[in-house]
């Protein structure tokens, strides 16, 4: 104890700290300290521990320290329907079994249930932050504040009857209620969801728009996912999705655009001059067989790139760990070059990459002296962390969401050593049993069907 | 107890017993009861339980029981080298980094630590066969023997001085006396493993193909994984890789065959009339950019096709819940097509597919009375796990290699609630660290790269 020392809430200290900064710094035997909801410093240990006195603190010496990830697009209740209808074609997929899965058994109880199995696996996997949209997203805001997790929660508009509104005029009048209610919350980023272009009139997406930017507040939405959505628009309007959108302002304003496979030069300079960040799901991509985005030429643009996992519908989890790994490898092989999307890259997408395309870059996603303290611990004591050449390689090719023990969102502990301290994971477990039954009978002829 | 009930050494029961037999018979509340190295039967719990009376039991009401995962191409004792070089084109991967790296680093000691921290992963993770080829392969038979873990273990053989033979022909003299030493293993195949055809002499191939029938041993070794391998045999031969070494006879009589990406109509038609058995590695196939190998198109024409996770040079794990994930997401989006290699299929090429490959399916890859009784647990009770739909589903989408409990081999149980029973794990990663160490210092300038 040093006489001089300030005071901080936490120090946490690891084997490496990867830091995200700017020179893209990894510090051995680095430390942070923590105070409140922010971070105080970020150095080795012993000038950390030299500097401050934190009323507590947790060593990890086999570990990494890292920036929370940041999940750029989910369907967390989703959760519910992980595996309900896999190996189908998009068509039969949505209308044979999501849609009407959707109609009769989405609720507000649902939703929040089907969040806390999301939020449970997101923070044991090392999620700090999550951009979701759904149905009832002021009660997915509701469990994101119970988990203590940090959300950009955007309620869906669409132009049919859902689950919580008959039709989008409803929805955008709750969506304003939602954004209102949820203003200058210390973890929930309230967002407007327009679902896509093929899923609303031009009227309501531009409603959309307009109201996002009364309040400030982000524009979240599904972009060029498939060739028919493109190829339907370019029969329509003699335009691409991306081009459509832009024509009618929709970019005028924070937008993350989730997918945006199917997008030529043209569109990707637009995507770059409106400053729409870019929300990369490689697995739901790969396992729907949307195609694979041009994420290098996007990266090489300067576009704002994030990762996420999708729903657990398309997935069939929520492992940015493996969204990290396959949007590296799917890079490579796309280009048929090893050299495409580093490992480092991988990882900046999935941290301060993440961040820039929530536009958060300055409070999240990176540790540094004045962010926000959403930070993660990743055990290197398994066989398939060890040895040890490059921190950063072994986060994105070796380690699993699993390796995670520590979780902190802003400056609180959420996870320590595996387990949840704010959500019941016994509960919500059973519950979700319960759900997977109860939604199986709701479906005829489609659940455990290789089961006797 | 049943008076009439007849005796077995285990039993164990899940909530589902994935059998893989010819029906694909998926059994719920379901056991298998166990005597020496085989099982004896396989049915309901209630039924197992009315037959046979076992002396040690192990009920795992929530996990699936399921064959054990057949690894079909892999260089385990490279664990040693996770990492040591990512995002590389392959030339300077293999002569800047991997080469060097064994010149100075491979010996019988690095191979057997090597193997035992590669082993331990593949065990935790439900790996229950591994198909290798390394330098001192008698080492490697020797730490499968001591973790208990079956293999099918091919001593390389290649036309440079390698860190076990200064010539081809000291190779071949030296790979017959290790067939002979492990001749009649019960877990150990000794095979022959020359390397490829770009780095081996047409005499050295034949050779190799004449030593492993004298042996009635399979022979294992790379196929057509690079654009350039291809290319270059075309170059001097007019010929495919495949079509070169076909015409040299290397495919009459067992062969493992990995990789197989650059292979044309012709080449896949010579597969399959050779009974050429295929070892797909998605994820080290993308990670150097090698290409997707036409997968949908060799199990359409009823080739062998099983998976591999290849050595963790270049991978950076060995887990094969992550193989059979991505040889699904790859093939339908590589065909655009969603239905592609489904979920089933994928646990197929794990499990009684790979035991083809092998030519063992009459001893491994599925849960069948009679057969040997290589057996995992995998749980349902981690919130990636549920709900569950279909337990196929969830085996290859949704769990993970850290979701594996048990694991028996040949009748002995290995691994125990996620622990090893064989191997020292704690010794294993403390060794492997050091070896890390003295492996960076072997290596100007390339460990540790971003560290301070």
């Not at 104890?1 to 809430?9: F, G, H, I, R, V």
């Not at 989008?168 to 709750?174: D, G, K, M, Q, T």
């Amino acid at each position: 104890m040093n006489l001089y020392s300030a005071p901080a809430d936490w120090i946490w200290s690891g084997r490496y700290v990867i830091t995200e900064d700017a020179q893209q710094r990894v510090i051995a035997n680095g430390a942070i300290a923590i105070r409140g909801a922010r971070i105080l410093a970020v150095g080795t240990k012993a000038a950390i521990d030299a500097q401050y006195q934190a009323r507590q603190r947790l060593d990890r010496p086999d570990a990494i320290l890292a920036p929370g990830l940041i999940d750029t697009h989910t369907h967390a209740a989703m959760s519910l329907f992980r595996g309900i209808a896999d190996d189908k074609n998009l068509q039969d997929w949505l209308e044979r079994y999501i849609f009407p899965a959707e109609a009769r058994n989405v609720t507000p109880e649902f939703v929040s249930w089907g969040t806390r199995l999301g939020c449970l696996e997101m923070l044991l996997g090392g999620t700090t932050t999550f951009t979701d949209m759904y149905y009832f997203e002021d009660v997915v805001a509701e469990v994101a504040k119970e988990a203590g997790m940090r959300g950009v929660l955007a309620e869906t508009i669409i132009g049919f009857p859902s689950p919580d509104a008959k039709t989008p005029a409803a929805a955008l009048a709750s969506t304003e209620k939602y954004l209102a209610r949820f203003r200058g919350d210390p973890l929930v980023v309230a967002a407007v969801g327009p679902h896509a272009i093929y899923t609303n009139s031009d009227e309501t997406l531009k409603a959309a728009r307009a109201l996002a930017n009364r309040y400030g507040a982000p524009l979240v939405m599904h972009l060029a996912e498939t060739k028919k959505e493109n190829d339907d628009q370019l029969a329509k309007r003699h335009m691409t999705a991306t081009a459509a959108l832009d024509s009618l302002g929709v970019f005028n304003g924070r937008t993350v655009a989730a997918h945006c496979v199917w997008v030529n030069g043209a569109d990707l300079r637009i995507l770059k001059t409106r400053g729409v960040g870019v929300a990369h799901c490689p697995s739901s991509n790969t396992k729907l067989a949307s195609g694979i985005a041009p994420v290098t030429k996007m990266l090489a643009l300067g576009i704002a790139v994030g990762l996420g996992p999708d729903g657990p519908a398309s997935n069939n989890d929520l492992d940015m760990f493996e969204e990290m790994d396959l949007a590296a490898k799917l890079q490579k092989v796309a280009t048929m070059d090893p050299r495409a999307l580093p490992a480092a890259t991988a990882l900046e997408m999935a941290t301060i990459g993440g961040a820039r395309v929530l536009g958060m870059e300055k409070e999240i996603g990176s540790l540094e002296p004045g962010k926000l303290a959403d930070v993660i611990t990743v055990r290197l004591g398994r066989p398939n962390a060890v040895p040890v050449y490059d921190p950063v390689s072994q986060m994105v090719y070796a380690l699993k969401a699993d390796d995670v023990a520590d979780v902190m969102v802003n400056g609180r502990a959420v996870v320590r050593n595996g387990r949840c301290l704010t959500l019941n994971e016994a509960q919500i477990l059973a519950v979700a049993q319960e759900y997977g039954e109860k939604i199986s009978r709701s479906l005829r002829g489609s659940p455990a069907r290789r089961v006797p």
